[in-house]
């Protein structure tokens, strides 16, 4: 019986070893980030654009295959016109950093924080600082 516990044990051991490996800062934030969300705080250098230029920003994040997955920001302005942007988003290993890559080549890396239902975004772009809030639709 000695023997089977250990072989029983060492199966254990090994499943669990996978389990954790599976659940890395990266895979724990795809899995959260993977959906549509609603903008409800977006700011230039402090200055709040929701309600003032942007009427409605929405974003969705496609499923995550492990390097890289596809996103869309659809901003409706306070005009009435709306623009779409789109591309590929990759996450950095620790889970803090999200790299967008827009179609026209263009390419961003912000600071990210997803808590439950909530989403955090900071970037500096030329000297003008971007955070962005957003709930989960």
């Known amino acids: ?41 977006f700011t230039e250098d402090g200055t709040e654009l929701i309600g003032f230029l942007v009427n409605r920003f929405d974003i969705e994040y496609k499923e995550y295959d492990g390097d890289e997955g ?3 920001f659809t901003i409706i302005y306070i005009s009435g016109a709306t623009e ?29 924080e997803v808590e439950d239902d909530d989403l955090t975004l900071e970037t500096n772009i030329d000297g003008t600082r971007y955070v962005m809030n957003a709930e989960r639709d």
Do not use: Q
Not at 24 to 38: I, Y
Not at 90 to 109: F, R, S
């Open 1 to 41: 019986m000695s023997k089977l516990h250990r072989i029983l044990g060492l199966l254990l051991l090994v499943l669990s070893l996978s389990t954790l490996s599976s659940c890395n800062p990266e895979t724990v934030l795809a899995k959260s980030l993977e959906g549509d969300w609603n903008v409800t705080s």
């Open 84 to 112: 779409t942007l789109s591309g590929e988003y990759e996450l950095n290993a620790e889970g803090t950093d999200i790299d967008l890559t827009y179609t026209d080549g263009t390419v961003e890396k912000w600071d990210i």
């Open 70 to 72: 596809d996103f869309t």
